[in-house]
């Protein structure tokens, strides 16, 4: 059989059985004042995706070995996803403060950037990209779980994400990095069938901070390679802009930044009256947008410049719908 057909059922099988187990456990997310559900619903299924992904990567060792090379820089890669993995669910259980967040996020990040940039020659120059690629990192990882708010929109993009980047990742001869996104896109496809559009279960943190992590370092690796360089960026385009659009308006209004809150542009449109399903759809088609746009051989700044414009009429949109609402931005 062929591997990536053995991968489909490897991950599909392993997602839906533990998904299966987390519901019957069930680990309830209550609702809040902020909260887009009314009623309780099993949380954690972000750890079937992490099983499923870990099954994926066992089976790639040992029925389809790559050079030592791939497997040492991917495998601390996969490592360090699920190390935030583990950190994040017992977050999901004890609430840590925000700055153990940050510090876990941090360890991580610094961890799959460098895998990403290694073999770089050692200058200055080197160091400014690691630090940025950190950041980068860091902030893909906090978009992701900001925007895992309505069912399937995260899920849904690590999903279409994993899938688009895999054969992109087999043309550019990164075999094991590409193994690793198939299994990622294979796990989220499987655990959409438990969220959208009723969810029978959120993936909460545990789910969305390490995807985006590898969602980060997936960026990383399509900037350093040159080809394609601003694909991811693109792609996400839509949680990109809806958190820096959400930081800036609530940085220009005053408020704290450490506050939760319900103020971004999607939860606004659910609160205005538009289809959760429908929002969800919305975002989909921002990354299949970006990725067209990311995928041509125009310049830099067109490309950004396309993927942002229906990022500016979709806000535009959602304001409008707001003020007819009377709902406070």
Request: glycine share 10%; net charge positive.
């Amino acid at each position: 059989m062929h591997p990536f057909l053995i991968l489909t059922l490897l991950g599909v099988t392993v997602c839906t059985v533990v998904t299966q187990y987390m519901i019957r456990v069930g680990i309830m997310d209550v609702p809040g004042n902020r909260s887009a559900h009314a009623r309780p619903v099993p949380k954690g299924g972000g750890v079937a995706m992490m099983m499923s992904l870990l099954a994926g990567a066992v089976y790639i060792v040992i029925f389809h070995p790559f050079p030592a090379t791939e497997y040492l820089k991917t495998g601390i890669v996969l490592a360090a996803a699920l190390g935030l993995a583990w950190f994040s669910w017992r977050d999901d259980v004890h609430q840590y403060p925000p700055s153990m967040k940050l510090r876990a996020q941090l360890i991580a990040s610094v961890i799959v950037t460098i895998c990403a940039l290694w073999g770089l020659p050692l200058t200055l120059l080197t160091g400014l990209k690691i630090i940025g690629g950190v950041g980068f990192v860091i902030y893909v990882t906090n978009a992701l779980n900001f925007m895992d708010g309505i069912n399937g929109l995260a899920v849904g993009t690590i999903a279409c994400c994993g899938l688009i980047l895999t054969p992109l990742l087999l043309v550019s001869a990164q075999n094991s990095e590409s193994a690793l996104f198939f299994s990622l896109g294979i796990a989220a496809l499987t655990f959409l069938y438990f969220n959208y559009p009723k969810a029978r279960i959120f993936m909460s943190d545990v789910g969305s901070q390490p995807c985006g992590l590898l969602l980060g370092w997936g960026a990383l690796l399509f900037m350093r390679n040159g080809t394609w360089s601003l694909l991811v960026p693109l792609m996400l385009m839509g949680i990109l802009f809806d958190v820096t659009f959400t930081l800036i308006r609530r940085t220009l209004k005053g408020e704290n930044l450490m506050q939760a809150h319900c103020g971004h542009l999607y939860q606004i449109a659910g609160r205005a009256g538009m289809s959760k399903p429908l929002i969800t759809l919305v975002h989909w088609l921002f990354i299949f947008w970006g990725g067209l746009v990311g995928l041509t051989f125009i310049g830099f700044k067109a490309q950004i410049i396309l993927a942002l414009v229906p990022q500016f009429i979709w806000a535009g949109y959602v304001i409008l719908r707001a003020r007819g609402h009377h709902l406070a931005l």
